[in-house]
């Protein structure tokens, strides 16, 4: 197991050793990330090409990783422990200089095994929510402690730097299926989301995560939305735990076809989440940014992932995005420009990409290679729609 975790002292010193890339502060953790982290959703320890891509994104100047215990049903937390431990026995990477990010809440595969077995045996999870078939979803705390236990081996790691609670708003999926009453189901979402962080800071007194966070798709809805998980409420309950708490990591999607992070007004004041989040200095992940999901259908923002005219209708978006602000234009390439946009953008701290291979980790290099101012430009995101 490696000992110890990140510190502002070790992901400083590793940033001043890439000077050509930008870092930034992440809030309230006291880390400096790189702007863009490594997405492990896809990469698993079998994979000769994933355990490269890795070793070349950490080696090149990239030092968050950001992953879950059901990416590829633990797979991926696996791959991320063998390079880690390889590389800082080579003396390549120090374990204070990377930030690692990882996940809780999903039963699926290995976990769903065990959920079954548990319910045979008389010993269920707390609170479980059956969503499908074979899926499953708990943040209840007796879970959390066995999850983080798990990801914490898989990972070779005495500590995870930040934990997130991963996708808890299925709770509010499954209570609107079941028609429950939206204040009754909020009520309860919230009281989970509570009991859960009240263990989370207990984890962090043990010394095995370092700080806590939620990863929501339903951060970015209108919040007139059933769903809707609202970042102001989440906050409060962090506060009335404790002034001092270790709340200071969210994570949701944005992209170039799905704005609302950055032009939907959902919290108090009328600002939008990631208004919310900067004022708060809570580090922000973004996740999705080359895959957007829009009338359930996947739009990939590249333009090698299209053909005939196809392949023309994305050059042709991308022309006209990039026109739209000064900075953006500097882009070389659709993905690109959906990389630029985001790191550009005021609150953004760092975005999260797939890199399974080397080539994909050396384009976005050349990306982040290219300086770019960061300021609000609402104005800009809501001229894409």
């Known amino acids: 197991m490696l000992p110890g975790l990140a510190t502002r002292t070790g992901t400083l010193a590793y940033a001043k050793r890439h000077p050509g890339l930008s870092y930034h502060s992440m809030g309230k953790t006291g880390f400096f990330s790189s702007e863009a982290g490594f997405g492990g959703y896809r990469i698993h320890d079998q994979v000769p090409k994933h355990y490269g891509a890795l070793v070349k994104a950490l080696s090149s100047g990239i030092n968050l990783i950001d992953t879950s215990a059901n990416y590829t049903d633990g797979g991926s937390e696996r791959l991320i422990g063998k390079v880690l431990q390889d590389l800082v026995a080579k003396g390549e990477i120090l374990r204070e200089e990377i930030i690692v990010v990882s996940k809780g809440g999903y039963l699926q595969g290995e976990n769903y095994q065990l959920s079954q077995q548990r319910k045979t045996d008389g010993n269920p999870f707390c609170e479980l929510v059956q969503y499908d078939d074979g899926l499953e979803h708990c943040i209840h705390p007796e879970f959390l402690s066995e999850q983080i236990g798990r990801s914490l081996e898989r990972l070779g790691l005495e500590t995870i730097d930040c934990y997130l609670l991963h996708n808890p708003e299925y709770y509010l999926k499954w209570a609107e299926e079941h028609d429950v009453p939206v204040r009754e189901a909020q009520t309860e979402y919230l009281h989970r989301i509570r009991e859960a962080f009240i263990f989370l800071e207990e984890e962090v007194a043990k010394g095995r995560i370092g700080c806590y966070g939620i990863s929501s798709n339903t951060f970015v809805l209108p ?32 992209n170039l076809l799905e704005t609302s992070a950055i032009t939907e007004n959902n919290q108090p004041d009328g600002e939008t989440v990631l208004d919310f989040a900067y004022k708060k200095e809570l580090a922000v992940l973004i996740n999705r940014p080359l895959n957007a999901i829009q009338d359930n259908q996947l739009i990939r923002l590249a333009e090698k992932a299209y053909e005939g005219e196809a392949a023309q209708e994305a050059v042709d978006f991308f022309k006209r995005v990039s026109s739209i602000d000064p900075d953006w234009h500097k882009a070389s390439s659709l993905s690109h420009l959906a990389l630029r946009a985001l790191r550009s953008t005021t609150g953004v701290t760092a975005v999260l990409v797939g890199m399974r291979q080397a080539a994909y980790v050396e384009d976005i290099l050349a990306e982040l290679r290219e300086p770019c101012v960061k300021e609000k430009r609402r104005a800009s995101w809501e001229k894409i729609k």
């Open 223 to 254: 919040k007139r939305i059933y769903t809707f998980t609202s970042l102001a409420q989440i906050w409060d309950i962090a506060e009335t735990i404790n002034s001092y708490n270790h709340f200071r990591v969210i994570e949701f999607p944005c």
